[in-house]
C-alpha cells in the first residue's frame, strides 16, 4: 500500500489546514489509520487514530478539542483538520496504516503502523 500526504504549509498561529492522505492498493476500508507527527530533535509522536469503519477515534491530549480526523473509504482517502494551530504544532505529519485495529492502549505507539507516508511540513508562525 502507498501514502500521500497533502496539504500542509505555512500559517499564522490560530489557523487551520486540513492534512490529506491518499492511499492507493485496494482494502483501504480494512486499515486502521493513524496521523503521527515528528518535530525537529523530537521522537515521533502519534496524534490520532481511525478505526477501518470509523467509529473509533482517539487523539493526544496535546490535540484533542483542535484536531478532528475523518476518512472517507470510497475514495481512499484519510484527512486531519487542524484548527487553532500553535507554533508547538510546528512538525512533519505522517499518515499511517495498518491492518490490525488498535486499542486505546496502542494506537499512540508509532512502531504498531506497517505502511507510511512520506510526511508533509506543517509550519505555524507566532
Known amino acids: 500500500v502507498e501514502l500521500v500526504e497533502s496539504g500542509g504549509g505555512l500559517v499564522q498561529a490560530g489557523e487551520a489546514l486540513r492534512l490529506t492522505c491518499t492511499v492507493s492498493?485496494?482494502?483501504?476500508?480494512?486499515?486502521?489509520m493513524g496521523w503521527s507527527r515528528q518535530a525537529p530533535r523530537q521522537e515521533r509522536e502519534a496524534v490520532s487514530y481511525?478505526?477501518?469503519?470509523?467509529?473509533?477515534?482517539y487523539y493526544s491530549v496535546s490535540v484533542k478539542g483542535r484536531f478532528t480526523i475523518s476518512r472517507d473509504n470510497a475514495k481512499n482517502t484519510l484527512y486531519l483538520k487542524m484548527n487553532s494551530l500553535k507554533p508547538e504544532d510546528k512538525a512533519i505529519y505522517y499518515c499511517a496504516a495498518d491492518a490490525f485495529p488498535k486499542s486505546s492502549n496502542s494506537w499512540h505507539y508509532p512502531a504498531n503502523y506497517r505502511s507510511w507516508g512520506q510526511g508533509a511540513q506543517v509550519t505555524v508562525s507566532s
Open positions: 481511525i478505526s477501518s469503519n470509523a467509529i473509533t477515534t
Open positions: 492498493g485496494s482494502s483501504f476500508d480494512r486499515y486502521a
